[in-house]
T-cell receptor, first 109, second 116 residues
Framework: GQQVQQSPTSLVLQEGENAELQCNFSTSLNSMQWFYQRPGGSLISVFYNPSGTKQSGRLTSTTVIKERRSSLHISSSQITDSGTYLCAMGLNMGYKLTFGTGTSLLVDP | EAGVTQSPRYAVLQEGQAVSFWCDPISGHDTLYWYQQPRDQGPQLLVYFRDEAVIDNSQLPSDRFSAVRPKGTNSTLKIQSAKQGDTATYLC??????????????FGEGSKLTVL
């Protein structure tokens, strides 16, 4: 079955609203990463966050390894935040990232 | 610093044709990865190299797909006799020494393949 489940599948916000994206893993992991992807664009690493909480500007990532979950919080969303957010986990051999199917975010003016 | 460079950005083929994708990783990155990303799905690893050696190609459809990295720098992914199911974006990524096992990857913009 699917090892990485992301929710919601898609999300529409009004500019200024907050967003909470979830990622759940079906197996133990030793690393995880959040990526951002524009349509037709490359994957850009947003957070490398094996555990705990990290913040960068309006973005906050929290990973709880023992609960096999990670979240990405976007505060005060902006139109330029629109795109797809993917989480990926690494197992014992961390290079072999397993990706979720992504959350498509649209921020309207 | 230049990022991961891929070409061509787009390719459209008829079934049965062949195509090659080229990747230039970030300078100094010893590990190079090829991922396949079908539309509306997450990327899936096809093959990865450390320097010129193939470390894992277990997910590469070996009958029609091949990948090389002869000098441990640039890499080529080739698809022979393409099928409609190969329609996807092919992503190249690289990582610098010591981080391959942590999964910190840098991706190129991808090569989008459409097989008609």
């Amino acid at each position: 079955g699917q090892q990485v489940q992301q929710s919601p599948t898609s999300l529409v916000l009004q500019e200024g609203e907050n967003a909470e994206l979830q990622c759940n893993f079906s197996t133990s992991l030793n690393s995880m990463q959040w990526f951002y992807q524009r349509p037709g664009g490359s994957l850009i690493s947003v957070f490398y966050n094996p555990s705990g909480t990290k913040q960068s500007g309006r973005l906050t990532s929290t990973t709880v390894i023992k609960e096999r979950r990670s979240s990405l919080h976007i505060s005060s969303s902006q139109i330029t935040d629109s795109g797809t957010y993917l989480c990926a986990m690494g197992l014992n051999m961390g290079y072999k990232l397993t990706f979720g199917t992504g959350t498509s975010l649209l921020v309207d003016p | 610093e230049a990022g991961v460079t891929q070409s061509p950005r787009y390719a459209v083929l008829q079934e049965g044709q062949a195509v090659s994708f080229w990747c230039d990783p970030i300078s100094g990155h010893d590990t190079l990865y090829w991922y396949q990303q079908p539309r509306d799905q997450g990327p899936q690893l096809l093959v990865y190299f450390r320097d010129e050696a193939v470390i894992d190609n277990s997910q590469l459809p070996s009958d029609r797909f091949s990948a090389v990295r002869p000098k441990g720098t640039n890499s080529t992914l080739k698809i022979q006799s393409a099928k409609q199911g190969d329609t996807a974006t092919y992503l190249c990524a690289s990582s610098f020494p010591g981080t391959a096992n942590t999964g910190q990857l840098y991706f190129g913009e991808g090569s989008k393949l459409t097989v008609l």
